[in-house]
């Protein structure tokens, strides 16, 4: 049966590397396996409140299920001040809750950061794998994909450098290994 990969993408922005990336990731996926994109930027802010007097906002019953339905989750966010974007904090905490029907745990995650900076996130990745930790996501360690300096890996028709691609399927294929291995 298809495996489906979930992908969250922490940068709502129109012409987002993130986005790019996340793209060229779902498309290196191989055969048995399929991408769903899942939306964040329409999530009300998480308030323990709408839960408590049965308001859960609709776009979180959506969300939740959405994720519930995938195999596997892959990760692909800018740095934001050294940390996660507030928008995937924000689908983090929404799919967390209500306590006890976390619907995070146990996919097999992939963690990838992207920014025009040299570091390539490393702060936001690694904020993120401290939630996915908790979330009890089992993320792939290695190789690690902090993705630097990207306006240089791209060019104005948005395509990615072969040898960066190659370097993606290279995270792609230990990532197949990875997910076989924790879900047989
Ligand atoms: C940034 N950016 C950024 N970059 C980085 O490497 N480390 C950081 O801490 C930050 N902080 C930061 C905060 C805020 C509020 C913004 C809007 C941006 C720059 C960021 O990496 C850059 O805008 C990327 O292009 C964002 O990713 P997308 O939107 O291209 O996917």
Not at 158 to 178: C, E, L, P, R, S
């Amino acid at each position: 049966m298809t495996k489906t990969i979930g992908i969250f993408v922490g940068s709502l922005r129109k012409d987002s590397y993130n986005k790019l990336v996340a793209k060229k990731f779902a498309e290196l996926l191989p055969e048995g396996y399929e991408a769903k994109f899942i939306e964040i930027g329409n999530l009300p802010f998480y308030n323990e409140d709408l839960e408590v007097e049965g308001k859960v906002p609709e776009e979180w019953t959506r969300f939740r299920e959405e994720v519930k339905s995938v195999d596997g989750v892959y990760f692909v966010s800018p740095e934001y001040n050294r940390s996660v974007p507030a928008v995937l904090k924000n689908a983090l905490d929404v799919g967390s809750r209500p306590m006890g029907s976390s619907v995070w745990g146990g996919k097999p995650g992939l963690v990838v950061t992207v920014s025009p900076g040299g570091p390539g996130g490393f702060g936001a990745n690694h904020h993120l794998r401290q939630s996915l930790v908790f979330l009890d996501v089992p993320t792939l360690q290695q190789p690690e994909a902090y993705i630097g300096g990207i306006m240089n890996l791209v060019d104005k028709d948005g395509n990615i450098a072969d040898n960066t691609v190659q370097f993606f399927q290279m995270i792609t294929d230990k990532y197949i290994q990875f997910f076989e291995k924790l879900t047989k």
